[in-house]
């Protein structure tokens, strides 16, 4: 095994979620997913600390997005504008290996119970970051934090209508999160 090869992270993720697909997620274990990345378990836990965060690799990356696209907004852009800018950025993070790993993953949390929870806490996670975003930009705590959550709404609107479209162009997940966005100002526009 090759201790100190290039892109064990991302092996590591291709790995777990083939095996969680393959034999599921209980089912797995980290020397599986260490021995099918072709790293050792030290290493594995060097980058994850246990095999469930192994599907979250990217909420670290993907929250700073959000809130560097928020926080690049003009100063007096409306709070879902704001969000819409922190969602095209966000988009940036999801490349080849997402595409590829998309259509498991999402069978993968929804066959688990765990799974959904820390996915759920994942969804958390992504809210406060757009959240403090927002309130650093002078924005009211309540309303920063709607329009946290409607962008989360968004965001996984978006990401299960990419996931589920193979043939999708580049900047289509981009795309479907504006449009969520849109439709989810729309529906709460009419609750009058």
């Known amino acids: 095994m090759g201790r100190w090869e290039p892109g064990a992270r991302e092996r590591l993720v291709l790995a777990a979620v083939d095996l969680f ?3 599921g997620y209980d089912e797995t274990t980290v020397a599986q997913i260490a021995e099918r990345a072709g790293v050792t378990r030290s290493t594995f836990f ?17 929250s700073a997005l959000l809130a560097e696209g928020i926080g690049a907004t003009p100063a007096g852009a409306a709070p879902l504008d704001a969000v819409a800018e922190g969602l095209r950025r966000a988009a940036e ?12 993953l999402e069978a993968v949390v929804s066959a688990s119970a765990e799974l959904r929870d820390r996915s759920a806490q994942k969804s958390v996670g992504l809210a406060a970051a757009m959240e403090d975003a927002l ?4 924005t009211a705590p309540v309303v920063a934090r709607l329009a946290a959550e409607l962008g989360v709404l968004a965001h996984h609107r978006a990401f ?3 996931a589920a479209e193979p043939d999708a162009a ?8 504006i449009e969520a966005l849109d439709e989810l100002r729309a529906a709460a526009a009419s609750l009058g």
């Open 46 to 62: 060097r980058h994850f600390p246990d095999k469930r965060d192994v599907l979250v690799a990217g909420q670290a990356a993907l």
């Open 93 to 104: 993070v999801y490349g080849p290996m997402s595409r590829e790993i998309a259509p498991r």
């Open 160 to 162: 299960e209508r990419w």
């Open 135 to 138: 309130v650093a930009r002078g």
């Open 21 to 23: 697909h393959e034999q």
């Open 170 to 177: 580049g900047g289509a997940m981009a795309r479907y999160s």
